[in-house]
């Protein structure tokens, strides 16, 4: 024993060492410390690759962004590619199409595409004109007794 170390009776306490008994056996406190250096040699150990195990889960989670990032570029061009192929079908704008052709499914596009194609067939066909436009019909009625009855009073004949 060293002049400076004072002998420590061991407890069980601390978990130090399951082989020491407390009130059996008297240690150093060099021998503690070399106790509890072995212990957290083992403990680090244990846990030697958490800093690699943690980098590979951090580039795992950028896989897996990159991953969800290009599948959902993908849908958006493939529904870009069905609109324009439906729109080209039925003869819709560019315009029109990016305006009015908002389904998410073929079917939905297709019926879409359809009705708009369709009215604007319709508004080619009917021009735009106003039915009865500038014309002016007359009933009978208290207005044209009204009248008759001015062209009396003022002599005024048809």
């Known amino acids: 024993m060293a002049e400076n170390e004072a002998p ?3 407890t069980n306490t601390e978990g130090v060492n399951a082989e020491l008994k407390t009130g059996e056996t008297i240690i150093t406190q060099s021998e503690v410390d070399r106790i509890v250096k072995e212990r957290v040699a083992r403990e680090r150990a244990k846990y ?27 849908s958006a061009a493939e529904a870009r590619a069905i609109r324009s192929d439906i729109a080209a079908k039925h ?4 315009e029109d199409r990016d305006l009015f052709l908002t389904g998410t499914d073929e079917a939905t ?8 194609a369709a009215r604007e067939a319709d508004r080619k066909k009917n021009g735009n004109v106003a039915p ?4 002016t ?6 207005s044209k007794d009204m009248r008759e009855f001015t062209r009396t009073l003022f002599g005024q004949t048809d």
């Open 8 to 10: 420590i009776e061991a």
């Open 48 to 74: 030697a690759d958490y800093d690699e195990l943690k980098a590979k889960a951090d580039g795992a989670k950028t896989v897996e962004q990159k991953l969800a990032d290009l599948e959902g570029k993908y």
């Open 91 to 94: 003869g819709i704008s560019a």
């Open 109 to 116: 596009l297709t019926a879409q595409a359809e009705r708009l």
């Open 132 to 135: 009865k436009e500038g014309t």
């Open 137 to 142: 019909t007359t009933t009978g009625g208290p």
